[in-house]
C-alpha cells in the first residue's frame, strides 16, 4: 500500500472519505461541512460525492446535531460529527456526558453507540480564550466515551479509521495547529492506528516526556535541545487518554527514573495528574525526582501573540523541566 | 388565550384534530374490538402506576419515580398510530410509553425496584426504561435532552426509506430548553418524520404554566418554526388517536414532523416525594372528573361496546396481573457486583 | 499473564510446588517472590516476573510440575504486562542445600525490609532522611544506610547517584535463601542488622550447624613466590596492564593442586532427602572479599589451565562487580572450595568457615619472617599459615593432609610461569 505524504488535514479527509465509500451508515453532520467543505476544509468534496443526505450542513445548534448523533447511533447508523471548535463541546456537553457516555450502560447494554463526535481545537493561532481549548480534560472523568488525540497525520488517518469502526463514542479531539502538519501517512483501507496506548517517539534513557496533540512536537524539539546537552530524553506520545494505558509509560520511567508530562491544559485538572498519580502508584521505587509537569498558566489563553507564546509550553520551557530534576 | 391567573376549572381545549392538508379524512375507524383494547392498555398502565405507588411505600421503588395516572390517553391513543418498526423517546414519566407499547410489567417492576432481572439490568432504573426491540429507545433523565435524539431516529428513518416515523413525548416544561428549540428546528429544515407529541400537564415541575412561559397553548412554540401543529383533549383517548394518525400518516409520506399538543393533567404529584399542594384543589377536582379512563368507560358503556361488569373485569384482571408481576419481580435476585461492567458500557 | 515454572540449572526437569507466597487478589511487585519450588538441587523462590495481581494458582502446594508447566496466571497492572526493562531473572539460579549466596542485579526487589523502628504514642518523630524513592531502594538492596549518605539533590536529598558512588566503594549485599533454616531472629536491643549483615549471619550460623569440619595446618616459605611475583608480575603487567597480587599467585597454585587432586572437587548435595557425591567439576574457586561491613564471595570459573595473566584479570574484575554490587550469574555458580587471604592482617593464623554449598575453605594468615631449620640449619624465613578446612563429611585427614603438602610444595617450589 502507498505510503503518501499528507498533511494531518487531509489525512482526516481520506480517512473519512474512504470509511464512507465503505460503509454507507456513516453519515456526517457538522456547521458549514457541505458545500463549503468545512471551515477547516476538513470535508471537502464530500458533499458532492455523497450527497446532502449522507453529508449534513447543520444549524449551529451543537445540542440538535450531537444529540441527533445520539439517535442516530442508537437506530442502526454510525454519524460523524464534527464541532468546529472544541470549546463548543461546552455547548453540547449534556447530550455528550449524560447523554451518549451513559446511554448503553443505562439500558444494560441493549444500545451499541457507534458514533463519532471529531473536535478541532487548540491555542496558538490567536483565536482567543473561546476558540481556543483543546477539549482534553473536559470529559476526562466521564466513563462511557473514548478520548484520542492524534499528533500527526498517520495518527490522524489511522486513529479515525479506528474510531468510525469502534461500536463505540469515540470523542476525536484534532489540533488546529496541527492541520497544516505534513507526514508520511501509509494509506489503505484497513491501515488502522489502535485507540489506545501510548507510543515511544523518540527512545532516550535519562528522562521520560509524555505530551499530546501538538506538544508532541514541542517535546520532541526539547528532546534534541537536551541531546545537545547530553541528556537523552524519551518523548512518549500519550495517544489515548480514556481509556488510558499506563504501562509503557510506567516502564519507561522504570528506565530513565525521571518523568515529565507537558500538557496543552491548565495544571489542576489537567490530564497529566492522572499520569503522574498512575506512575508514582506503579514505579513509585523507580523515581529518582518528584515528576514534573508543564502545563498552562491558571488564567483563560491570553489573545495578544507575545502573551498566548508566553502561556503554551515551548521546547525551551520543557527542556529546563527536565532539567529542573537532573 | 386563557386568562393566566385563572385558578380553577379545567383547561378546555380547542376540540379535536385540526391537521393541515385534510389527511385526517384516510384515518380509519375504530372497531369495537380496538376499542376495548384502548380501555385495557389506559387500564394496565393504570393499575402499573398504582403499583408502584404501593410498591414504593412498601420500600421496594428507589430513589423517586415519576407517575403518570391522568395522562394514560395520551400514550395509549399515540401508541394506536404506530408500526412496529417505528422509533419512540421519552422521558423520565415513561412507564405509561413503554407498557402502551408492550414492555411487559414483570421486567418494568424488576427495573424499579433495581433488580438482575430488570429491562436494563437493574442499572438504569424508573428513569431510564428502554426496550430497543420495540423501539423504545431512550428514556431521557434529563429535561428536553429526548428531542434531539429523536430528531436524530427521524434521520434514520429518513435514510431507511421505508416510512418509519420518529415519535418523542415530553411535557411543558421541555418547551423552554434549547435541546427542545434546536430539534424543532432542525427536524423542520431536513423535513425529519418526527411526531413531536407534548403533554401539556399545566405544571413544569412545581411551577404552573404562566409563570415560565408566555403563553399557554404550545402549539404557538411549533408554529414559531412554520411547523404543522394540531392542539388536541388529552384525556379522550379516540381524540389523540385521530390527532395523531394523520401526523403520522404525512410523516411516513415524506410531509416532515407535526406538534401534537395534548392537553391533559397529572393526577399526582411530579415526582414520589411531591405531595402536589402547588396545585389548587378546584382545579384538581375538576381534573379528576375528567379521568380518561372514567371518561371512555362512561362512553363504551353509553355505546353499547364494554357493559359495567366487563369494564370491571378488566380493571380487576389487570390489577391482580400488576401485583402479580410486582410480587414476582420483589423476589428476584440484585444485580451481581461482581459482573463486567465495562462490557455494559462498551460493545 | 502465564506464570510457568522456569528452568533453574541444567539438570533441572522438574519441581515440586513448596509454598506460595501470595493468595489469589494479592498484588506482586516486579521481583517479589512468588512462590516456593524444590529442584533437584535445591529449594528456591521464584520471584513475579512483572507488578502483577495473582489471579488464579493452578499448581497448588505440593503438585509436581515440569519446566514451562503453568504455576499460576496473573494480572499485569495497567495493561497488557510490559517485558521487564532492567530483566532481572524470574528466578535465582539453582543452589544446593543449604543454598550458597546468590548475588541479585541491583533492580532486583531487596531479601526483606530494613527494619524501623516503631512509632508509639508520643514518642519524638526521627528524623526523617530526605531520598527519592529510587535511592531508598538502591540503598536498601545494596545493604547501605542511606543516612550516612550525603545528597546532591535539592534539600539535600540523596539520589540515585550517591547511592552508586556508595555502593562503588563498598560493594552490594549479598542474598541467602535457605528453605529449612528459619530466618535469624530480630535482635532485640541495640541496632537492627543491616540486609548484609543478616545473610551473613544466617550463612555462617548454616555452615557451623550443619558442615563437620577439621583443620589442617602447614606454614610455607614464599621466597620463591615473592620472587617469581616480582619477574612475572613485571611482565604481566606491561602486557595486560594488570597488577599481579599474592592472591592470584595463590590461586593459580591453587587450582594447579586441585587439577592434580580432583577428588577435592567434590561437593555433597542433598537431593530428596539424600546426600550425594558430585563431582568432576571444573577447577571453580570462590574468592572471599571485604567490605565495609561483610563480605561476598564471587566464583571465579575454570582455573584450571589459567594463565597468571588471565586469573589476575578475571580476580580484578570480580572484585570490581563485587564492590560495584553487579554480580553476574557466573559469580553465584557453585564451587567446591573458596580462597581466604588475611595475609595483610595481623593474624598469624585462622580458621575460615566453609561456605554452605562448598567443601572446603583455604585461609591465609599474615606474611612475616620466622626462623625455620633448613638442612639442620637455623635460617630466617618469610612464609605464611596455610589453614585449610575441610567437610569431613567428604574429606577424612588422609585426603586432606595429602592436599594441603601438595599445595604446600608448589607455592614453595613453584613451577612460577606467567603461561
Redesign the interface.
Known sequence: MPVQEMTYREAILAAQTEEMRRDPKIIIMGEDIGPSGGPFKTCQGMYEEFGALRVRDTPIAETGFVGAALGMALTGYRPIAEIMFADFLGVCFDQIVNGIAKHRFMSGAQSTVPLVIRSIGGGGLRFGAQHSQTGESWMLSVPGLKIVCPSSPAEAYGMLKSAIRDDNPVLVLEHKALLSSKGNVDIGMDHLEPLTGPKVLRPGKDATIVASLNMVGRALGAADKLSAEGIDAEVIDIRSLRPMVIGPIVESVRKTNLLVVVEEQVQVGGWGAEVVSQVVSEAFDYLDAPPARVTLPDYPLPYSPALEDAALPSPDSIAAAVKSLI | MKSPKRASGATTPKGGAKPKNGAGSNIAPLNDRERVQLFADMVQIREFEEQVHRSYLEGLVHGTTHLCQGQEAVSVGAAKALRDDDYVTYTYRGHGHCIARGMQMEPAFAELFGRATGVCGGLGGSMHLQDIDRGLIGSFGIVGAGLPVAGGAGVTAQMNGRGQVSMVFFGDGACNIGAFHEALNIAQVWKLPVLFVCENNLYGEFTRIEHTTPFEDLVKRARGYDMDAVMVDGNDVEAVYRAIAPAVARARDGGGPTFVECKTYRHRGHSRTDPAKYRPQEELEAWLKRDPIDLYRAKLAKSGVLSEKDAAKIVDKARDAAGAAAKRAAAAAWPDGNQNFTAKMFA | MDFVVPKLSATMETATVLKWLKKPGERVKLGEPLVEIETDKAAIEVEAPA?ATLATIIAPEGAKVPIGAMLATLD????????P??APAAAKPAKPIPAAPSAPSVSAAPAGPTPVPSLQRGAPIPPRVLA??????LARESGIEIAALTGS?PHGRV??RDVVARAGAQGAAVRLRTAEIARPATWSGGEALSAMRARIAETVTVSRRTIPSFALDRWVETTALREARKDLGAQIERETGVKVTVTDMLLQALADTLRGQPEMLERLVEAGGQMRREGGGAVDIGLVVALDDGMMIPVLRDLGDKSLGKIARARRDAVARVRAGRLIASDTAPAPISLSNLGTGGADRFEAIINPGQSSILAIGREHERVIAKGGWPTVAPGFHLTLSVDHRLIDGVRGARFIGALADRIEFGPWTAA
Request: charged share 25%; glycine share 16%; net charge positive.
Open positions: 507488578d499485569a497492572v495497567g495493561g497488557p504486562a510490559p517485558a526493562v532492567s527519592s524513592p529510587l535511592a531508598r531502594r539533590g539520589r540515585k
